[in-house]
């Protein structure tokens, strides 16, 4: 089985920090590009953050950037998402998935997803 559990939502208020945990079953999460995704109500789901199994190179959305940080531990089989900064317009269901071979960091790319954690940034 390839799955992913995130873990670390939760209620924040406006400018404070979360950080979700994004840890692998079943597969050896350094052979797996990782990404973090979102989707809030009524919205499509968005790309936030991705991460490359290849050389560790990192990619995200000009939402997020300056404020959020990808990083992966192999050694733990986790990958994690810091959240700094937090804004209203961040609250949604926060998704990790993981896929071989990715070009971008787009959904479409990404076969396998976990359940998803939600973050609310409420005041």
């Known amino acids: 089985q390839l799955q992913v559990l995130e873990s670390g939502g939760g209620l924040v208020q406006p400018g404070g920090s979360l950080r979700l945990s994004c840890a692998a079953s079943?597969?050896?999460?350094?052979?797996?590009?990782i990404g973090w995704f979102r989707q809030a109500p009524g919205k499509e789901r968005e790309e936030v953050s991705c991460i490359s199994s290849a050389d560790g190179s990192t990619y995200y959305a000009d939402s997020v950037k300056g404020r959020f940080t990808i990083s992966r531990d192999n050694a733990k089989n986790t990958v994690w998402l810091q959240m700094n900064s937090l804004k209203p317009e961040d609250t949604a269901v926060y998704y990790c998935?993981?896929?071989?071979?990715?070009?971008?960091?787009?959904?479409?790319?990404?076969?396998?997803w976990g359940q998803g954690t939600q973050v609310t940034v409420s005041s």
């Open positions: 998935a993981a896929e071989q071979r990715i070009r971008g960091c787009a959904v479409s790319e990404f076969g396998s």
């Open positions: 079943g597969f050896t999460l350094d052979y797996y590009d």
